[in-house]
T-cell receptor
Framework: KAGVTQTPRYLIKTRGQQVTLSCSPI?????VSWYQQTPGQGLQFLFE???????NKGNFPGRFSGRQFSNSRSEMNVSTLELGDSALYLC???????????????FGNGTRLTVT | GNSVTQMEGPVTLSEEAFLTINCTYT??????LFWYVQYPGEGLQLLLK?????DKGSNKGFEATYRKETTSFHLEKGSVQVSDSAVYFC????????????FGTGTRLQVTL
């Protein structure tokens, strides 16, 4: 079974631009979550999508948004990029159907975004 | 809110040494607890998990026991290998938001020959 695939692996953008990152979950997984990893703040939860609906949201500004398609693939968008948005963005999928339970997350290798 | 505290790294050990990485947590209710590992240039991989008090998670020689009385989930391995060099993250999730993990800051482990 193919793992979680994130594209692109690397991105360089300029302040003020916007960016879209893509994530293809493991086949059959309907839950997709996004995390931001930085040296200063560590790993922080952005949001989770299930069946094309946002089910949970972290404490990030509205510039960070996402969506999920009917095939469970997900995208996240960051508008008006700031230098502090430079990070590794990780996508994770889970076979979990309900919000209860403890199915582990399967992470992709991430997209490294650099904002200059 | 929830929080996870891990021991500061880096931890440097010789091959075959005993490993302990401390992890304590603060959470309401009965969270599930996880250890994830991150190798250079890669995402996170689940190492082990425990879902209720006194559960012991184990995998690849690593173990951790869910201790509710001390709110801890310390990671141990009896004999580390060079290939265990990586960053280890302790994490928890609430029962109602299982995909929303709260992570510790991570502990870098370096194993030398």
């Amino acid at each position: 079974k193919a793992g979680v695939t994130q594209t692109p692996r690397y991105l360089i953008k300029t302040r003020g631009q916007q960016v879209t990152l893509s994530c293809s979950p493991i086949s059959g997984h309907r839950s997709v979550s996004w995390y931001q990893q930085t040296p200063g703040q560590g790993l922080q939860f952005l949001f989770e999508y299930f069946s094309e609906t946002q089910r949970n949201k972290g404490n990030f500004p509205g510039r960070f948004s996402g969506r999920q398609f009917s095939n469970s693939r997900s995208e996240m968008n960051v508008s008006t990029l700031e230098l502090g948005d430079s990070a590794l963005y990780l996508c994770a999928s889970s076979p979990q159907t309900g919000s209860l339970g403890n199915s582990p997350l399967h992470f992709g290798n991430g997209t490294r975004l650099t904002v200059t | 809110g929830n929080s996870v505290t891990q021991m500061e790294g880096p931890v440097t050990l010789s091959e075959e040494a005993f490993l302990t990485i401390n992890c304590t947590y603060t959470a309401t209710g009965y969270p599930s607890l996880f250890w994830y590992v991150q190798y250079p240039g890669e995402g996170l991989q689940l190492l082990l998990k425990a879902t209720k008090a006194d559960d012991k998670g184990s995998n690849k020689g690593f173990e951790a026991t869910y201790r509710k009385e001390t709110t801890s989930f310390h990671l141990e391995k009896g004999s580390v290998q060079v290939s265990d060099s990586a960053v280890y993250f302790c994490a928890l999730s609430d029962r109602g938001t299982a995909s929303k993990l709260t992570f510790g800051t991570g502990t870098r482990l370096q194993v030398t020959l």
